[in-house]
């Protein structure tokens, strides 16, 4: 499996160059870090004493791999949680915050594993998390994945704006499904079919 630090490469790759999409909740996004982390972090990279778009443009690969490794993996204490976790949990993190947390909360108490849903890694969370993976050691990961997946799905059927993240203009999975699935064994991804069917309601 691979490690945080490769996954943060990886993310940085996979999610390209400057994009601004008005749709876009987190704004302006450039290898995967939004304009928001910027301002959060203090990051005024052309030092004119604000953070713009324009320093947005400016971040190079390093430095993204960099951010993405200290407040979305490190300060969240991600590490800490089981190995098969990570990946999905440090991926979904980059995307969505917290959130990323509450997922897993959320999966745990389905789980009947009792933990607190606020989107915090603490000892009570990362101790419900080991206590997951003794139970479904070679299923915690895929369960995450889907509970990632429905989230998403969710978010898109309340939101008409964010569906195009969800489906692609042709009908087929879109970015938002895609990346989950990632982290999800091949067993338990969606069929072309089964992805329209639920998708079909949105018009």
């Known amino acids: 499996m691979n490690d945080i630090e490769t996954i943060a490469s990886e993310i940085v790759a996979r999610e390209g160059g400057y994009v ?3 749709d876009d909740p987190g704004g302006a996004t450039n290898h995967g870090v939004t304009i928001g982390t ?6 005024d990279l052309d030092g004119d004493g604000k953070i713009t778009t324009s320093d947005v443009r400016q971040l190079d690969r390093e430095t993204a791999v960099e951010i993405f490794l200290v407040p979305y993996s490190r300060r969240p204490r ?7 976790l990570q990946p999905g949990v440090f991926d979904m993190y980059v995307n969505a915050g917290a959130n990323a947390v509450r997922i897993l909360q959320r999966l745990l108490v389905k789980m009947e594993i009792p933990v607190t849903v606020d989107g915090l890694i603490g000892p009570q ?11 479904a050691p070679h ?5 995450y994945g ?5 989230y998403y799905y969710a978010l898109a ?14 009908g087929g ?19 072309e079919a089964e992805h329209r069917a639920r998708v079909a309601a949105w018009g």
């Open 78 to 84: 991600i590490a800490e949680l089981p190995k098969e």
């Open 173 to 191: 999975k879109g970015g938002w499904i895609t990346r989950a699935e990632l982290f999800i064994s091949a067993r338990f991804r969606l069929t």
């Open 125 to 135: 969370t990362i101790a419900a998390a080991r206590q997951a993976g003794e139970l």
């Open 157 to 170: 059927d309340s939101r008409p704006a964010s569906r195009k993240f969800a489906r692609r203009k042709d």
């Open 146 to 150: 889907i509970e990632r997946r429905n």
């Open 38 to 43: 910027l301002r959060r972090l203090g990051i």
């Open 20 to 22: 601004d999409d008005p």
């Open 139 to 143: 299923h915690l990961a895929d369960a």
